[in-house]
Structures are given as C-alpha cells and as structure tokens.
C-alpha cells in the first residue's frame, strides 16, 4: 500500500499545490491524481513537477501562436498568389484580345492594300447608259461601283430572285403542284399554264428563272402562301431580314403595282442572297431549259439573260422590263477565283446588255 506521510505535513502542502493547479487551468487539474501519486512524500517534487507543466504549457502556447502566425501568414499568401493570378489572367486576355485585333487590322490592311493594286489594274469603270447601277464583290461585301443606288423604283421581273428564294428556301422543291384558274390570269409574259396541270415546283421555278413567265410566279406564290397577298406579306418580311430597308414588293412577278419598288443596293442584296443558294445558281445558268408538259409535250427555252451567251464568265442572273422600270439585268459572274454581282437598272433594250457585259468584265479584272 502506498503511504503519503504524515497527514499534518502532507494535506497543507497538497492544498497549496491543488490551488496552484486550479489557477493554471483544467489540462493541470487533470494531472492532479497522477502528480498526487509520485509526489505524496516529497511536496517540493510537486512543486518541481508543476513548474516544469508550467513551462511545458508555455512552450505549447507558444508554438499554437506561432503555428496560428504561420497558418495566417501561409492564408495571406495564398490571397496575395490569388491575386496576382486573377491579374495575370486578365493581362494574358488583355494581350490576347490586342493579338486578336493586331491580327485583324493586319489582315484589314492586307485586304484593302489588294483592293487598291485591283482598282489599279481595273482601271476606271466603263460609261454605262443604266440610271441605277450596283456592282459588288459577294464574299467581303466590297462596293466595286454604284450609281443612284439608292434612288427608288419599280424593278421588274428581277423581283422573281425574292419569289425563288423564298419558293427555294421552303425546302419543298420536288414536290408536285396543281395549277389553278387564277394562277393562269395575268398579262405576259406567260408560258401557257392550264388548269389542273400539274408540276413540280423546280420544273416551275426553272422556266420562271429562264423565261421569266408572269403565270408561273403567280402559281408558286399561290401555292407557296395561298395568296398572292399573303405571298407579298412574305417576301417583305424576308426582305427586311436580308436588310432591304428600301423595297416593298405587292406582287411576286413584277409587273407595275402601286406602292412597289425597290433600290439597286437593295437588289444586290437579294442577288447575293439568291447566288448562295445552290439551287438558284444552278437554275439560273441554264442558257436553254427544256420545260415538259403533263401531255408529255417539250418546249425548249432560251434564257432571257443574253450576256450568259456573249461572255463567257457570265454564270447568271435575271432579266426585267417595264415602261417605268426600263430594262433591266441583274448579272453574275466567275473569274480566277473573284466573284462579281452587277445590277443595271433603268437602261435601255440595247444598252442593258452592253452595260452589264462591260461591268462585269471590268470588275473582273481585279
């Protein structure tokens, strides 16, 4: 059995030692059994014993400050790192979006440094008869020539680009249509369209493209909208959308209507849009068309475009006529890679065609 000695002698010193325990707080009063034990015969070892805790503790108080230190200062580092990270990453976008805009400027200058050796190998553009005029580069939007490009007018049969479109962009072009009474009422051109007949709309689209027959809009306008109103409704709302803020269309052929008009700038417009359709492209081009009846009866046309037969790199477009709108063409072409729209408004029945031919040719050049 263990002995603590003398009870006088013991139970002072161990009370002096318990307070001193209870004011360094409940990690000592926790060793108090322990250090009761080993220091029962000797006060001064406990006394010893509590002092060496002290410094213990002291040391450990210590060190939980300084790890706090370091964790706070390891906190303001990892902030300081963040925010030099965060700064970094908005100059590396910074430089990137100057890269992006140096590389777009040099390209620019490349692009307009071309276009000047072009306009100087060009030439001056020809003297044309044509009161309304447009020639344009289709792929950089590049304006090679206007003339009165945004006077308004009557534009005519070069209207029936915006009834292919429309016609092509319904996606329905191999489906079979039957004609009605209406549709065959209208004044020339006509290709003769019956009642009942049925066709499918590219064998229609196609005549209307060569020959520019006025009862064949009237029909795919018909079928295409159930009216030639709700068709007009169509085509200015696709208009708007291809940015013809200068044209209003009432009818899908063409022919005089009050309130319907247009501008060579406007036209351009459509015929790029036209030209980037396959379909139309190919349509267009046809120099003839053989054009089959229901009765199994061939009627071979012959394009109204006549630049398609007298220069070579002429690929396309559409012709037009009326009292107001004069003659009219709309003419595409192909030449080492450049592509070229030319529009010719408000000329003569001899100067379209020379007018056109001469545009295209130049703006081929460069």
């Known amino acids: 059995m263990l002995s603590c000695g003398s009870p006088s002698h013991t139970a002072p010193t161990l009370l002096k030692s318990g307070n001193k325990l209870r004011r360094h707080g409940s990690r000592w009063l926790a060793l108090l059994p322990a250090l009761l034990i080993c ?15 002290k410094t213990r503790e002291q040391r450990v108080v210590t060190r939980e400050a300084s790890l706090l230190e ?7 580092k990892e902030r300081q790192l963040a925010e030099s990270a965060a700064k970094l990453e908005k100059e590396r976008r910074e430089l990137e979006a100057k890269r992006t805009q140096l590389l777009a400027d040099i390209a620019k200058a490349k692009r307009y440094q071309e276009a000047l050796l072009l306009r100087e190998k060009r030439g001056p553009a020809p003297k044309v008869v044509a ?3 447009m020639v344009i580069d289709p792929e950089s939007d590049e304006v090679l020539l206007e003339r009165n490009a945004d006077r308004k007018g009557p534009i005519a049969s070069t209207q029936k680009l915006l009834t292919a479109l429309l016609v092509v962009e319904s996606g329905r072009l191999d489906e079979m249509m039957t004609i009605e009474e209406a549709d065959c009422k209208c004044p020339p051109v006509r290709i003769g369209l019956k009642a009942g007949e049925t066709y499918s709309r590219r064998s229609l689209l196609t005549a209307l493209m060569v020959k520019s ?16 109103v709700a068709f007009a409704a169509q085509m200015n709302a696709r208009a708007k ?14 022919l005089p209507a009050d309130g319907q008009y247009s501008t060579a700038r406007d036209l351009a417009k459509l015929a790029k849009a036209a030209d980037a359709l396959p379909q139309i492209r190919a349509m267009v081009s046809n120099r003839t068309y053989t054009f089959k009846r229901p009765d199994g009866r061939e009627e071979t046309l012959e394009n109204t475009n006549r630049v398609l037969r007298t220069y070579q790199y ?52 460069g």
């Not at 220091?39 to 805790?53: F, G, H, R, Y």
Request: aromatic content about 6%.
């Open 39 to 53: 220091s029962c015969d000797n006060p001064e070892k406990l006394d010893s014993a509590i002092e060496a805790l």
């Open 131 to 133: 009161e309304r005029v």
């Open 213 to 228: 027959s006025n009862d064949i809009a009237q029909a795919l306008a018909r079928d295409h909208a159930g009216s030639q």
């Open 241 to 254: 959308e291809l940015g013809m803020n200068d044209s209003h269309f009432v009818n899908p052929n063409g």
């Open 314 to 365: 002429c690929d396309g477009m559409k012709t037009g006529y009326t009292n107001l709108s004069g003659y009219c063409l709309v003419a595409s072409g192909e030449k080492e890679g450049r592509r070229r729209i030319v529009v010719v408004l408000n000329s003569t029945s001899y100067s379209v065609w020379r007018d056109a031919q001469a545009l295209l040719e130049w703006s081929l050049q």
């Open 70 to 76: 370091h964790e706070q200062s390891l906190a303001e």
